[in-house]
């Protein structure tokens, strides 16, 4: 399984970017996916994540209402909406998957993960 996380780039605080993430040897539809990021010096950090079963989304509380998790199966893409950036968002963003229907803010719940995507925000 490889992850290809995409659309990180350099925004004004209050901002928006849509990073995406694409798979192979995985199929969307049927895997749980998850954003995490993570900040120079600081652990990886839970973002969001959805799980296959009926799609229901857990984010953490630092970007509800901001960001929004979503799929596309027939891309077989994975998305991260985030509007009214912060400073505190910026950060290297990771997508991870699962085969389980899952939806942990734990990193350790995640078998695959793609390279990370740089988001910076500028304040």
Same mark, same amino acid.
């Given at each position: 399984?490889?992850?290809? /996380?995409?659309?990180?780039?350099?925004?004004?605080?209050?901002?928006?970017?849509?990073?995406? @993430?694409?798979?192979?040897?995985?199929?969307?539809?049927?895997?749980?996916?998850?954003?995490?990021?993570?900040?120079?010096?600081?652990?990886? /950090?839970?973002?969001?994540?959805?799980?296959?079963?009926?799609?229901?989304?857990?984010?953490?509380?630092?970007?509800?209402?901001?960001?929004?998790?979503?799929?596309?199966?027939?891309?077989?893409?994975?998305?991260?909406?985030?509007?009214?950036?912060?400073?505190?968002?910026? /950060?290297?963003?990771? @997508?991870? /998957?699962?085969?389980?229907?899952?939806?942990?803010?734990?990193?350790?719940?995640?078998?695959?993960?793609?390279?990370?995507?740089?988001?910076?925000?500028?304040?």
């Amino acid at each position: 399984v490889q992850l290809q /996380a995409s659309g990180g780039g350099m925004v004004e605080t209050g901002g928006s970017l849509r990073l995406s @993430c694409t798979a192979s040897g995985l199929t969307f539809s049927r895997a749980s996916v998850g954003w995490f990021r993570q900040r120079p010096g600081k652990e990886r /950090a839970f973002v969001a994540a959805m799980r296959w079963i009926n799609s229901i989304a857990n984010y953490a509380d630092s970007v509800k209402g901001r960001f929004t998790i979503s799929r596309d199966n027939a891309k077989n893409t994975v998305y991260l909406q985030m509007n009214n950036l912060k400073p505190e968002d910026a /950060a290297v963003y990771y @997508c991870a /998957a699962s085969t389980i229907s899952t939806t942990s803010p734990r990193t350790t719940t995640w078998t695959s993960w793609g390279q990370g995507t740089l988001v910076t925000v500028s304040s």
